[in-house]
């Protein structure tokens, strides 16, 4: 594909649950960045992968914050036992060179918990 | 805790005439800032970017500019288009860290036909 994809687009669970988020960056993309959209707030960086370099996590909230990136391709967000307050929009960025003027943001994931 | 802030949350326009969307910045070491343009379901595209070294940016109809002792920097649409109807963000590299991106909380622009 053209551009940056997530999926699912939309997610409900309820509290206490597991969920998983997927990002496919643009191929040939080095850099993969997770941000999140909680309502009435701007975009909150959450994490970064850079090649094979070990990822800066320093955005993650809490413990129950996790992702990897497999092959340095697709990324996984991963939350666990999830609360309330992780409803947000949960958006992936690529970019080729880490340069922040040239990141791709796919359409995000809606996260929404009971 | 807000280091780039937009404080109008949405915005009307008649369509041409002009578009101003404000955003104003508490640390004093950003030296970068760059406007994102979305559209319902869809991730943020880049816009324009202004470095602090200039106060003026200009893209066809999109013109940054940056007011470094105000810290404060807008973005003007003019003419504005029904097509720029869509949430703006503004946006700056954390220092030390220029990967990584601190928003605004956004403004809605509409453009009334």
């Known amino acids: 594909g053209a551009g940056v994809s997530q999926s699912p687009s939309n997610k409900v669970t309820e509290k206490g649950k597991d969920v998983e988020l997927r990002c496919d960056p643009i191929s040939g993309h080095t850099a993969l960045y997770w941000y999140r959209q909680s309502l009435g707030q701007g975009l909150e960086f959450l994490i970064y992968?850079?090649?094979?370099?070990?990822?800066?996590k320093s955005g993650l909230p809490s413990d129950r914050f996790s992702a990897e990136r497999t092959g340095g391709s697709v990324s996984t967000l991963t939350i666990q036992r999830t609360q309330q307050e992780d409803s947000a929009v949960y958006l992936c960025a690529s970019s080729f060179s880490g340069k922040w003027d040239e990141q791709f943001f796919g359409p995000g994931t809606r996260l929404t918990v009971l | 805790d807000q280091q780039v802030k937009q404080n109008s949350p949405s915005l009307s326009v008649q369509e041409g005439r002009i578009s101003i969307l404000n955003c104003d910045y508490t640390n004093s070491m950003f030296d970068y800032f760059l406007w994102y343009k979305k559209y319902p379901a869809e991730g943020p595209t880049f816009l324009i970017s202004i470095s602090s070294i200039k106060d003026k940016n200009e893209d066809g109809r999109f013109t940054v500019f940056l007011n470094k002792s105000a810290k404060h920097l807008s973005l003007h649409i003019v003419p504005s288009q029904p097509g720029d109807s869509a949430v703006y963000f503004c946006?700056?590299?954390?220092?030390?860290?220029?990967?990584?991106?601190?928003f605004g909380t956004g403004t809605r622009l509409t453009i009334i036909p």
């Open positions: 992968f850079q090649g094979n370099s070990a990822p800066d």
């Open positions: 946006a700056a590299p954390l220092p030390f860290g220029n990967e990584k991106l601190t």
